[in-house]
């Protein structure tokens, strides 16, 4: 059965709950708990092999280059999949995707777990990628349609945000202390472990939802973006630990271009289009996007520079460097209790711009770091803060970019939410990152990454409030980010 909660975006909002206290039932918390269980799966998969690569590497015989292939064997499908597996999950049934994206996740993750060589290995981190293509747009789409627009769904989003940037700061901490105590493959056995949790839950708890009519698949549209989307990430994968110098990086970033501008072309021509270009020129997806493709590379970026200064300027141990990184997260945790309540109070947009203009002024406070141990304060309290704002901006361009979107639309629009995430964790590190692994003196490397990180954002946060500033009631097009505003 097809379900739409999805409430108007007008300017005669109904009554709703108080902020502070939106009523959910037994029902909802517990639909709330298994989505988000996944999302915070998803997401600890991102960093918790991070520390365990080199002692994998030794037990499996990979290669140092070869390891690589550990995170971009997992990056590729898991992004490059995901606009295809939201648009067959409006098609054919969120649910349905949702389940098999978990089945399958659990599965693999076993297969990495129990993994007898580098193949083997391999294989099963591909298919966890598979699987969280599956479940990530499906996930997001079934909270937005099971959460009408409102306090509910910004508690909603706020608590699937904090997991998401909770999950990849827990991976890099629980990472190193699962390999130190059990191994490596305890921390693919982790995996195992959350879908084992989640899968038994999902069926009887979350509803079906797809569109009510059954529009063919675009498959050129689908070949296309999901080929442009591999290449390119791909590219930018490789490039982290090689360089832009590499034949394959160059001719990956110019097959990805091509692709994707086909594409936009097929799309333009296409009746029934896998994306539609009118929902990507809508204000708040196009500039909602953004804001949430700088916040993601910009921050990723500043966590892995950090990890470099910590340990290489300041001479921490991989313990203590998590415990940075710990502090963050339980102020991520903290940031996404109040952030629904700052965006019932100012708006989405407002919340937005104010999140990235924090994020990168600071970002610009890191610039005070010198090769003094003292400075680990500073760092912590920066980047601590720093996240809190990231935070509050994950959650704002999100409900941005879904808020007035109609209920068959939804997978849609929250593909291009986590594509844009996908991506902007992949591209930052390659593009800046590298200034500071190449330079002669760290210290230097990371400042000028920093600054050049903080330029961004604060930019970001200009175009971003220039391009939904609000307008006139008889204009045309007013921002629908401020329906999701102070209410």
Same mark, same amino acid.
């Given at each position: 059965?097809?379900?739409?909660?999805?409430?108007?975006?007008?300017?005669?909002?109904?009554?709703?709950?108080?902020?502070?206290?939106?009523?959910?039932?037994?029902?909802?918390?517990?639909?709330?708990?298994?989505?988000?269980?996944?999302?915070?799966?998803?997401?600890?998969?991102?960093?918790?092999?991070?520390?365990?690569?080199?002692?994998?590497?030794?037990?499996?015989?990979?290669?140092?280059?070869?390891?690589?292939?550990?995170?971009?064997?997992?990056?590729?499908?898991?992004?490059?999949?995901?606009?295809?597996?939201?648009?067959?999950?409006?098609?054919?049934?969120?649910?349905?995707?949702?389940?098999?994206?978990?089945?399958?996740?659990?599965?693999?993750?076993?297969?990495?777990?129990?993994?007898?060589?580098?193949?083997?290995?391999?294989?099963?981190?591909?298919?966890?990628?598979?699987?969280?293509?599956?479940?990530?747009?499906?996930?997001?789409?079934?909270?937005?349609?099971?959460?009408?627009?409102?306090?509910?769904?910004?508690?909603?989003?706020?608590?699937?945000?904090?997991?998401?940037?909770?999950?990849?700061?827990?991976?890099?901490?629980?990472?190193?202390?699962?390999?130190?105590?059990?191994?490596?493959?305890?921390?693919?056995?982790?995996?195992?472990?959350?879908?084992?949790?989640?899968?038994?839950?999902?069926?009887?708890?979350?509803?079906?939802?797809?569109?009510?009519?059954?529009?063919?698949?675009?498959?050129?549209?689908?070949?296309?973006?999901?080929?442009?989307?591999?290449?390119?990430?791909?590219?930018?994968?490789?490039?982290?630990?090689?360089?832009?110098?590499?034949?394959?990086?160059?001719?990956?970033?110019?097959?990805?271009?091509?692709?994707?501008?086909?594409?936009?072309?097929?799309?333009?021509?296409?009746?029934?289009? @896998? %994306?539609?270009?009118?929902?990507?020129?809508?204000? #708040? $997806?196009?500039?909602?996007? &953004? =804001?949430? /493709?700088? !916040?993601? *590379?910009?921050?990723?970026?500043?966590?892995?520079?950090?990890?470099?200064?910590?340990?290489?300027?300041?001479?921490?141990?991989?313990?203590?460097?998590?415990?940075?990184?710990?502090?963050?997260?339980?102020?991520?945790?903290?940031?996404?209790?109040?952030?629904?309540?700052?965006?019932?109070?100012?708006?989405?947009?407002?919340?937005?711009?104010?999140?990235?203009?924090?994020?990168?002024?600071?970002?610009?406070?890191?610039?005070?770091?010198?090769?003094?141990?003292?400075?680990?304060?500073?760092?912590?309290?920066?980047?601590?803060?720093?996240?809190?704002?990231?935070?509050?901006?994950?959650?704002?361009?999100?409900?941005?970019?879904?808020?007035?979107?109609?209920?068959?639309?939804?997978?849609?629009?929250?593909? @291009? %939410?986590?594509?844009?995430?996908?991506?902007?964790? #992949? $591209?930052?590190?390659?593009? &800046? =990152?590298? /200034?500071? !692994?190449? *330079?002669?003196?760290?210290?230097?490397?990371?400042?000028?990454?920093?600054?050049?990180?903080?330029?961004?954002?604060?930019?970001?946060?200009?175009?971003?409030?220039?391009?939904?500033?609000?307008?006139?009631?008889?204009?045309?097009?007013?921002?629908?980010?401020?329906?999701?505003?102070?209410?």
């Amino acid at each position: 059965m097809a379900i739409d909660t999805t409430t108007s975006t007008t300017s005669t909002t109904p009554a709703r709950e108080p902020l502070d206290n939106p009523r959910l039932s037994t029902r909802d918390k517990l639909v709330l708990f298994v989505l988000c269980a996944a999302q915070f799966m998803v997401a600890l998969d991102f960093s918790v092999l991070n520390v365990a690569l080199p002692v994998l590497g030794d037990d499996l015989g990979m290669s140092r280059s070869a390891l690589q292939w550990a995170v971009t064997a997992f990056a590729l499908p898991s992004g490059g999949f995901l606009l295809l597996f939201g648009r067959i999950g409006d098609l054919y049934g969120r649910r349905r995707l949702f389940l098999t994206g978990l089945a399958l996740f659990g599965a693999a993750s076993l297969l990495a777990t129990f993994a007898w060589d580098p193949a083997s290995f391999l294989a099963g981190r591909a298919l966890q990628g598979l699987g969280a293509a599956a479940i990530v747009p499906t996930g997001m789409s079934l909270l937005t349609t099971t959460f009408p627009e409102g306090p509910a769904r910004d508690r909603a989003l706020g608590i699937s945000g904090t997991l998401l940037s909770l999950g990849f700061t827990v991976g890099m901490v629980a990472g190193g202390v699962l390999t130190d105590a059990l191994g490596w493959r305890s921390t693919m056995g982790l995996l195992s472990v959350f879908a084992l949790i989640v899968l038994p839950l999902a069926p009887g708890l979350l509803p079906e939802s797809r569109t009510p009519d059954r529009p063919r698949l675009d498959v050129p549209g689908a070949i296309t973006v999901t080929g442009g989307l591999l290449s390119l990430i791909y590219a930018l994968s490789t490039a982290a630990d090689h360089g832009f110098g590499r034949a394959d990086v160059i001719t990956t970033l110019v097959v990805g271009a091509l692709l994707l501008t086909a594409f936009a072309f097929v799309e333009s021509r296409t009746a029934q289009p @896998l %994306v539609s270009l009118p929902m990507l020129r809508r204000r #708040t $997806v196009a500039w909602g996007n &953004l =804001g949430g /493709l700088v !916040t993601f *590379s910009m921050m990723s970026t500043v966590i892995f520079v950090l990890t470099l200064y910590l340990q290489e300027v300041l001479r921490l141990s991989a313990f203590e460097t998590g415990l940075v990184f710990g502090f963050q997260g339980v102020l991520s945790a903290v940031a996404g209790t109040y952030a629904p309540k700052v965006i019932g109070r100012f708006g989405a947009r407002r919340t937005l711009v104010g999140s990235l203009a924090g994020q990168g002024a600071l970002i610009a406070a890191l610039l005070g770091l010198n090769s003094h141990v003292w400075s680990v304060w500073l760092a912590t309290a920066a980047v601590s803060l720093a996240s809190m704002c990231h935070l509050g901006a994950i959650i704002s361009y999100g409900l941005t970019v879904t808020s007035g979107v109609p209920d068959e639309e939804q997978g849609l629009a929250t593909g @291009l %939410v986590t594509s844009t995430q996908q991506v902007g964790i #992949t $591209v930052g590190i390659p593009i &800046l =990152g590298v /200034l500071a !692994t190449t *330079s002669t003196d760290l210290l230097s490397g990371v400042h000028t990454v920093l600054a050049l990180d903080a330029a961004i954002v604060l930019a970001a946060a200009v175009l971003v409030a220039l391009g939904l500033r609000t307008r006139s009631a008889g204009g045309s097009g007013a921002v629908e980010a401020e329906a999701v505003g102070a209410r």
